[in-house]
């Protein structure tokens, strides 16, 4: 057994997201979004309404497929080292764990089989290992996965980088995302507006608190290729002679 069929799952996550990576350019190109300044003289307000598009269906599919593929490939992982150590094809659920806190029953539960060494392996690339399990790579991974097997992802958040650099902290400016306004005094109308045209994009969920964009996938990917995979070789190096 090796770990050729999850290294081909990794592989097709990076094609998943080199056609993310194409999806998004051509979403920046279109010219995203529009911008409107005009003064409400009833409000009393300069308004600056801001107007942003959608990202295609497709992006939303991209980043499930990539999600899809990278999370499988760390069951792949799993099941070859229970075959590796057992000698023979499974009958049962085994699957890399993906832990918040400790549950020593469930985690030895989805790696039944294994070698000893390659199960504190997995260990130390549970989400609870020190920081906050919510911005750990794997973490975000099993809940994107999770996420799209139910529902479309949602874009947690897309706004324009604005900036005002005449502007100081204590002017009157307020901002409504909900409504894609920014407002200031009318004695600030004229004022110098800076901006990003290439808007961020974040998919996820809002409640949980996820929200990785396309930059943030690429480094899940790097993490699970250079960073968990080369670990697990050694279980393998005797297959592969």
């Given at each position: 057994?090796?770990?050729?069929?999850?290294?081909l799952?990794?592989?097709?996550?990076?094609?998943?997201?080199h056609?993310?990576?194409?999806?998004?350019e051509?979403?920046?190109?279109?010219s995203?979004?529009s911008?409107?300044?005009y003064?409400?003289?009833?409000?009393?307000?300069h308004i600056?309404?801001?107007?942003?598009?959608?990202?295609?269906?497709?992006?939303?599919?991209?980043?499930?497929?990539?999600?899809?593929?990278?999370?499988?490939?760390?069951?792949?992982?799993?099941?070859?080292?229970?075959?590796a150590?057992?000698?023979?094809?499974l009958?049962?659920?085994?699957?890399?764990?993906?832990?918040?806190?400790?549950n020593?029953?469930?985690f030895?539960?989805y790696t039944?089989g294994?070698?000893?060494?390659?199960?504190?392996?997995?260990?130390?690339?549970?989400p609870?290992?020190?920081?906050?399990?919510?911005?750990?790579?794997?973490?975000?991974?099993?809940?994107?996965?999770?996420?799209?097997?139910?529902?479309?992802?949602?874009?947690?958040?897309?706004?324009?980088?604005?900036?005002?650099?005449?502007?100081?902290?204590?002017?009157d400016?307020?901002?409504?995302?909900?409504?894609g306004?920014?407002?200031?005094p009318?004695?600030?109308?004229?004022?110098?507006?800076?901006?990003?045209?290439?808007?961020?994009v974040?998919?996820?969920?809002?409640?949980?608190?996820?929200?990785v964009?396309?930059?943030?996938?690429?480094?899940?990917?790097?993490?699970?290729?250079?960073?968990?995979?080369?670990?697990f070789?050694?279980?393998?190096?005797?297959?592969?002679?």
């Amino acid at each position: 057994m090796r770990l050729r069929h999850a290294e081909l799952k990794v592989e097709r996550a990076l094609e998943h997201l080199h056609s993310l990576e194409g999806e998004m350019e051509q979403y920046y190109c279109s010219s995203p979004y529009s911008v409107q300044r005009y003064n409400d003289l009833e409000r009393g307000r300069h308004i600056i309404k801001v107007g942003l598009k959608e990202p295609s269906d497709r992006t939303y599919l991209l980043v499930g497929d990539f999600a899809y593929c990278l999370r499988g490939a760390l069951d792949y992982i799993v099941y070859s080292l229970v075959v590796a150590n057992t000698g023979k094809a499974l009958h049962t659920q085994v699957q890399w764990p993906v832990l918040k806190h400790t549950n020593q029953e469930r985690f030895d539960s989805y790696t039944k089989g294994m070698a000893v060494e390659a199960a504190h392996l997995i260990e130390q690339f549970q989400p609870y290992q020190g920081g906050n399990f919510k911005e750990h790579p794997i973490w975000q991974l099993h809940r994107l996965n999770n996420i799209d097997k139910h529902r479309r992802l949602s874009v947690f958040e897309n706004w324009l980088d604005m900036q005002f650099p005449q502007l100081k902290k204590t002017d009157d400016v307020s901002r409504d995302a909900e409504r894609g306004e920014i407002t200031l005094p009318l004695s600030l109308s004229q004022t110098e507006m800076r901006l990003n045209p290439r808007p961020a994009v974040w998919f996820g969920d809002a409640e949980e608190g996820l929200r990785v964009d396309a930059k943030r996938l690429r480094e899940i990917h790097w993490y699970i290729t250079m960073e968990v995979f080369p670990l697990f070789a050694p279980f393998f190096a005797e297959a592969v002679r």
